[in-house]
Structure formats: structure tokens, C-alpha cells
């Protein structure tokens, strides 16, 4: 009886020790893929220079502050990345561009994962009429290019941050739609959905607490790759002047500037384009990790 | 025991109606269970069982499925005249279930004590702690340590996660259990203390309940009452003693053919010939006649009523209504 009891206190202590939730195992599984943890330190550094922009350069004084007299200068060691045709210091700019950038893609991303999620959801769970109404309009918002999309958002709206990341947000939000629905329709004929109604839950329960927490895998690995798009969408914008309006710094708008001097000063818009570049890169190599270590046929 | 009728149901039949043809899953059947009380229902794979598990909990999927006719009665409301938001106060509450397959009918991103404790939220006026810790109690009461409350259902194995079922099913102390096959998915050693377990939190909460199972051993061990179902129909109803002493319908002798027996040494076991009629093209007359050794032609075009042959047994047979003569035994 008393080894009984001091068994039982043994698992326990033992069980508290390796106590792992979904999510825990999942970045184990993250940890072990080395191309997405460098996709993730990139990402960390990008967010923690947007974050401290303002101490690394000052906005008023170096980024938007015109000095004509060094315009188009070469990298040096007060100038990094050099200048840019206004004698602009390219790296302060490309620090606060960061904080555009990452700043559009991730609110962009939101909006589409928030109003895509819950239209595919309501989709997916009820079906029938519903779901053919929803995904039919779906369907019509996925037959125009996405960037035309946003350029006509765009220019209904007027040029400004908001309506730039309401213009991206909303021209992807069908294929998070898709993406939702398709996963609610495999989770709602599981049984444990039908044991939620049997233990008298309603709907909106169901949705919040068993079919979405259940569906989100997919939506994240969508949405690191979506972040991707939606810089690349803004640096698009912006560089046909939709975006960013001058003298706000913008990585896409800065490659644009840059392209009248590219013979002669090839560093105005490599060191944007390679930000963009890098950028995109480390997000598609966290979304691909993601997706790995979410698929469970892949566990060990 | 009090003799109190807890659930009537009433010439019950349920439809699949689907493009293919119409699907009769239940038809006309009757069953009464009072409080405290342990029904088997007893059939084949497609014989009607869990549709009508799922009738009562009125959760058949519409469309396709619906109910035609009939009237379900707990405690002496009708079930099928009900809104659904009374409805959903009953479900979980005061009747519950558990499924089959304890593999795929917890969440997998909740933890096994969040799930006891929702069914508790929903029907009982607790908050989040107090649920919690209800859900502790109930993890206890069925053998697991309270402990293991934050664990998911994946680090638990199949026989702990029924258990985990039955705690959830239990949790708002329900006057009627609907157990749907509670052990076909479990080994054979962990089947029986899952019954154990079962038996004793039934009588410890006086919980009337129905059993759905195909396993006859099952039922002489925790049945007061047994209706086997064929067809969708009930073709015997009678107390446990009395169908497994004296078993008269021919499906029902079919059944015990077909089980090996300890006692007595024989070469082959006597199956039931042939197959489940297609449920969308069911016989006429019985339902059992293509495959029943004493049918005539009688029974192809005449519909067996159900006669009581003896206080509480009723059989659904041409040769008890003495329309056709045939001697029935083992």
C-alpha cells in the first residue's frame, strides 16, 4: 500500500517535469530544423531594430533631413550604405523602413487571417447555401489578381499606412478563407465535435473552443508565408507610389527612388533590395519550418 | 430501486433519406427504462443502434438523417417537441454519452481536465477554478490521479482516455447513460475494468443506462434488461434471465448459436446464414424471413406483431402469433 502510494507521488513528479502541451512539442521539433531557427534570428534582429529604431537614428534629424551637398555618396564609415539622392543616410532609412514594413505585414496579415478565418469557419461548419454564398464571393475576389486588388482599394481609399495594410489585408483574404474551410470541413466530422454536442455545447463554443484551435496549423504556416507577400506587396505599392507617400521612409518606395541613379549609384537600391530579399527569405524559412514541425505524420 | 419510468420511447423510427434511396435505420421501435435501470441493446453492425442512441440525444445529422414518426419521453417530457436550447440543457446534463472510439472523441489540443471541466461550466453555475476542480474529483473517481489533469489526450492510453470519457459523461451526475459500444475498441483485460467501473459509478449515482454492444458477455454482466435489434426493429425484449434462459425469437437462438460455449463441446459453431438485408431495401413481411431456418411463405408477406409471451417478454415472431408452426430450440 505504501509503495503504492509512493509510486503514484513518483509519476506525478515525474509527469510535472515533462509536462508538454501541443504547442511545446511543436517547437522542440522547430528547435531541430537549422534553416528555420536562422529565418527566426533574422526575423528576431529585423523586429528588434524596428522596435529601437529611434535610438539607432534619429527620424527628424538624420532620416528624413535633407543634405544635399553629400547626395548619392558611396558606403563610407559615416555613411554604411551610403546616401541617397537627397544625401539621405540609406541605413537610418532602412531602419525605420523596417518598422513600415514589418509593421504592414503583420496587421496586413491579421485582417486577412481575422475576417478570412471567421467567413471560412461559418463556411465550413455550417455548409449548404451558406457556405456556397460565402465561397462563391470568395471565388469572385480570387478571379483579380491580388495586387490589382489592392491597387484599386488603394486608390478608392487614398494613399495612407492604414489603407495600405486594409488594401493587402483584404486582397488575401479568400485564400485564408479557403484554407479554414477546408480544414474546418475535415475537423467537423470528427467525433470528438459530435462528443462537444452531446455534452450540450453550443455552436459558437464548438467553433471557438474545439473546431479552431484544432485548424490553426495550417493558418500559421499560411500566414508567416502571407507576412512575406504582404511586404512584398507594400515594397510593390510603394514603388508605383501607391504606398508610403515621400518623405517616409519604405523600403519598396526607396528601391523606387533609387532606380533613376542605378548606373551610377548602385547602392541606393541594392541595400533595400537586399532588405526586402532577406527579409522574405527568413520569413519562407520560418513558414517551411513551421510546416514541418506542425504536420504530425512527421513526428519521430 | 425505484420503480419510476425514467425514458419511454414510443414507435420511434428514424430515416436516412439520401439520394441513393431512403435509408429506414430505426423502425417502430418501443423501449422503456426506468430509473436506476441497465437496457443492453443488443444487435448487428447497421441493426439501428447507434442511430438510436443518437435519436434520443436527438443529434441524428438532418439532412440526411430524420426522425419520422414516434415520441421519446424523459421524465415525462417529449423530447422531440422541445426547443433545441432546452434541449441542449438536457444533452451532457441529465442525458449523456460515450462514444465508441475514446481514440477520436477527446480534443486533442485540450487538455483532459479542461474537458471535464466544460461540460460542468456549461451546465452547472461554477467558474473556471471550481470546475477545475470538480474535473480533479471526477479524474479520481474513475482511477486516474488528479494529477494528470494538465495532460493531453495523446499522452494517455486508450483504456485511460475511456475513462477520461466516462468522467466527462458522469461529471454532471446524468439520470441516464447512453453508452455506445464503451468497449469495443478496448483490449479484452481492459474491457472488463472499464465495465467494472462503469457498473459501480451507475450504482453509486443511481444512473439508469442504455448499452449498446454486440457482445452478449457484456450484457449478462451488466444488463438488467436486454432488447435485441435486427433490422432496425426490436425483435425480442425481455429481463436478462429470461432471454438468456429461455431465448425464443430465431435471431436471437442465431445469436447464441454463434457464440462458442464452455459447456458444451461442439465441432462448429452454428453462424447465422446470409447477410444484413440492404437497409434501403429492406424484406417484406419479417425482416429476418430470407434468413431465418423455420421461415415459410407467411413470413414474407405478413408482418409479425409483438406478442408477450410471458410478463415482460415480448418476441416479434409469426410462430408466437401461431401462424406458423415450428418448434423453436437451441
Redesign the interface.
Known amino acids: 500500500m505504501t509503495s503504492n502510494v509512493a509510486k503514484g507521488t513518483m509519476t506525478v513528479e515525474k509527469k510535472k517535469n515533462k509536462k508538454r502541451s501541443q504547442w511545446a512539442e511543436v517547437w522542440r521539433r522547430l528547435k531541430k530544423n537549422k534553416m528555420a531557427m536562422l529565418g527566426l534570428a533574422i526575423l528576431t534582429i529585423l523586429v528588434l531594430t524596428a522596435i529601437f529604431a529611434d535610438f539607432i537614428a534619429d527620424y527628424d534629424n538624420v532620416v528624413i533631413k535633407q543634405d544635399l551637398v553629400n547626395k548619392l555618396q558611396g558606403p563610407s564609415a559615416e555613411h554604411p550604405f551610403g546616401t541617397d539622392e537627397f544625401g539621405r543616410d540609406i541605413f537610418a532609412r532602412m531602419i525605420h523602413g523596417a518598422r513600415v514594413s514589418l509593421r504592414v505585414g503583420i496587421l496586413a496579415v491579421g485582417i486577412s487571417i481575422i475576417i478570412g478565418g471567421t467567413l471560412g469557419a461559418i463556411a465550413g461548419y455550417y455548409g449548404g447555401k451558406l457556405d456556397n454564398v460565402i465561397m462563391r464571393v470568395m471565388d469572385i475576389f480570387l478571379a483579380i489578381p491580388s495586387i490589382l486588388l489592392a491597387i484599386a482599394i488603394v486608390s478608392a481609399l487614398g494613399p495612407s499606412l492604414m489603407n495600405l495594410m486594409i488594401a493587402i489585408g483584404i486582397s488575401s483574404v479568400p485564400s485564408y478563407a479557403r484554407i479554414v474551410r477546408s480544414s474546418v470541413l475535415s475537423i467537423r466530422d470528427q467525433e470528438f465535435i459530435e462528443a462537444a454536442k452531446a455534452i450540450g455545447a453550443n455552436d459558437l463554443r464548438i467553433i471557438l473552443k474545439h473546431i479552431i484551435p484544432n485548424a490553426l496549423a495550417p493558418v500559421i504556416v499560411q500566414g508567416t508565408l502571407g507576412v512575406a507577400g504582404a511586404i512584398l506587396s507594400t515594397a510593390g505599392l510603394s514603388f508605383i507610389g501607391l504606398g508610403i507617400q515621400p518623405p517616409a521612409p519604405e523600403w519598396g518606395a526607396m528601391l523606387a527612388t533609387g532606380r533613376p541613379y542605378l548606373r551610377y549609384a548602385w547602392h541606393v537600391t541594392t541595400f533595400p533590395g537586399l532588405a526586402i530579399m532577406i527579409t522574405i527569405l527568413a520569413l519562407n524559412l520560418v513558414g517551411d519550418g513551421l510546416r514541418d514541425a506542425l504536420d504530425p505524420r512527421l513526428k519521430q | 430501486m425505484s420503480k419510476k419510468e425514467l425514458l419511454k420511447i414510443e414507435d420511434l423510427s428514424i430515416y436516412y433519406i439520401t439520394e441513393d434511396g431512403t435509408v429506414k435505420a430505426v423502425n417502430g421501435i418501443d423501449i422503456k427504462l426506468n430509473k436506476g435501470e441497465t437496457l443492453g441493446l443488443v444487435g448487428e453492425t447497421g441493426a439501428g443502434k447507434t442511430t438510436t442512441a443518437l435519436g434520443i440525444?436527438r443529434?441524428i445529422p438532418n439532412p440526411p438523417g430524420k426522425i419520422m414518426s414516434g415520441k421519446i419521453e424523459f421524465e415525462g417530457k417529449d423530447l422531440l417537441n422541445i426547443p433545441e436550447e432546452e434541449m441542449?440543457?438536457?444533452?451532457?446534463?441529465k442525458i449523456?454519452?460515450i462514444?465508441?472510439?475514446p481514440m477520436?472523441?477527446?480534443?486533442?489540443?485540450?487538455?483532459v481536465g479542461e474537458q471535464i471541466a466544460?461540460?460542468i461550466e456549461?451546465?452547472q453555475d461554477l467558474n473556471k477554478q471550481e470546475a477545475m476542480k470538480k474535473a480533479e474529483e471526477m479524474l479520481e473517481l474513475v482511477g486516474i490521479?488528479a494529477?494528470?489533469v494538465?495532460?493531453?489526450p495523446h499522452q494517455f492510453s486508450g483504456g485511460m482516455k475511456q475513462r477520461v470519457?466516462i468522467a466527462?459523461?458522469l461529471a454532471c451526475n446524468p439520470q441516464l447513460l447512453i453508452a455506445d459500444e464503451p468497449t469495443t475498441a478496448l483490449d479484452v483485460t481492459i474491457q472488463a475494468q472499464v465495465l467494472d467501473l462503469m457498473n459501480n459509478l451507475k450504482e453509486e449515482f443511481n444512473t439508469a443506462m442504455i448499452l449498446i454492444t454486440h457482445d452478449l458477455g457484456v450484457v449478462s454482466e451488466v444488463c438488467d434488461k436486454v432488447a435485441i435489434m435486427y433490422a432496425g426493429e426490436i425483435v425480442e425484449a425481455a429481463s436478462l434471465k429470461q432471454l438468456f434462459e429461455n431465448p425464443r425469437h430465431p435471431y436471437t437462438l442465431g445469436l447464441f448459436g454463434s457464440i462458442p460455449n464452455l459447456d458444451e463441446e461442439v465441432d462448429r459453431l452454428k453462424p447465422i446464414t446470409g447477410l444484413m438485408p440492404d437497409p434501403t431495401n429492406l424484406p417484406t413481411g419479417c425482416k429476418f424471413h430470407p434468413r431465418c431456418p423455420y421461415g415459410t411463405d407467411i413470413c414474407a408477406k405478413q408482418e409479425p406483431k409483438a406478442i408477450e409471451i410471458e410478463d415482460g417478454h415480448k418476441v416479434k415472431c409469426l410462430i408466437y402469433e401461431g401462424l406458423v408452426d415450428a418448434e423453436v430450440k437451441r
Open positions: 440525444m443529434l441542449r440543457m438536457i444533452r451532457g446534463n449523456s454519452m462514444f465508441q472510439d477520436t472523441s477527446l480534443n486533442p489540443v485540450m487538455t466544460e461540460v456549461i451546465h490521479p494529477a494528470r494538465n495532460d493531453y470519457v466527462i459523461s
